[in-house]
């Protein structure tokens, strides 16, 4: 397993951009696929992004797609989360999490590590 600390939340105005960062500890980086999920308060932890080991392949959910872009720099140990045009119903509290083996997946039960979460809230 990996340790995943992620950055970068805050409060922003609807149409406004964040960046998220998560950071992982260990040397083997690039062998894991990594995930950006979130959970807004009363709801369900629901899949955000994904991304492949190498980078080269991603998915999102369709409530983000054209909005969001993950990616990832292996040299860095980071993966990044770019938000733009935010909207009220993105408020939740994001997490990184790693799964073993470069290949991505929507389904959360398959990752193994989880950061701590970073808080997004964007007023109207």
């Known amino acids: 397993q990996v340790q995943l600390v992620e950055s970068g939340g805050g409060l922003v105005q609807a149409g406004g951009s964040l960046r998220l960062s998560c950071t992982a500890s260990g040397r083997t980086f690039s062998s894991y696929a990594l995930g950006w999920f979130r959970q807004a308060p009363g709801k369900e932890r629901e899949f955000v992004a994904a991304?492949?080991?190498?980078?080269?392949?991603?998915r999102y959910a369709d409530t983000v797609k054209g909005r969001f872009t993950i990616s990832r720099d292996n040299a860095k140990n980071t993966v990044y989360l770019q938000m733009n045009s935010l909207k009220p119903d993105d408020t939740a509290a994001y997490y990184c999490?790693?799964?073993?083996?470069?290949?991505?997946?929507?389904?959360?039960?398959?990752?193994?590590?989880w950061g701590q979460g970073t808080q997004v809230t964007v007023s109207s």
């Open positions: 999490a790693a799964k073993s083996g470069s290949i991505l997946t929507t389904i959360q039960r398959m990752y193994e590590s």
């Open positions: 991304v492949t080991g190498s980078g080269s392949s991603t």
